[in-house]
């Protein structure tokens, strides 16, 4: 199983940004794809953004020009920038891995909060 250590929440203004951070126990060369979801309070965990070995990003419309996913091979890290929070992103990220063999494995989550 992989380990994924999340970093980077807190509590942030409308309109602000912050940055997550998700490393990885393992080389990115091993990970298929990587990924963030979002889980607001008393809601189901849906996915928010992904980006695969190859580089290819996707991302939920809601966030779409707001968010942005990176990945950095060297740092075995991949990263959320979110700008232009709202109140809306509130809840808890938690980052994944699709091993290439193997299960999903989750991060243990990072709480973000956006005032209004």
């Known amino acids: 199983q992989v380990q994924l250590v999340e970093s980077g929440g807190g509590l942030v203004q409308d309109g602000g940004s912050l940055r997550l951070s998700c490393a990885a126990s393992?080389?990115?060369?091993?990970?298929?794809?990587v990924g963030w979801y979002h889980q607001a309070p008393g809601k189901q965990r849906d996915l928010v953004a992904s980006?695969?070995?190859?580089?290819?990003?996707n991302y939920v419309d809601s966030v779409k020009g707001r968010f942005t996913i990176s990945r950095d091979n060297a740092k075995n890290t991949v990263y959320l920038q979110m700008n232009s929070l709202k109140p809306e992103d509130t809840g808890v990220y938690y980052c994944?891995?699709?091993?290439?063999?193997?299960?999903?494995?989750w991060g243990q989550g990072t709480q973000v909060t956006v005032s209004s």
């Open positions: 980006i695969t070995k190859g580089g290819s990003t």
């Open positions: 994944y891995s699709d091993q290439i063999l193997g299960p999903r494995s």
């Open positions: 393992v080389s990115m060369f091993f990970l298929n794809a």
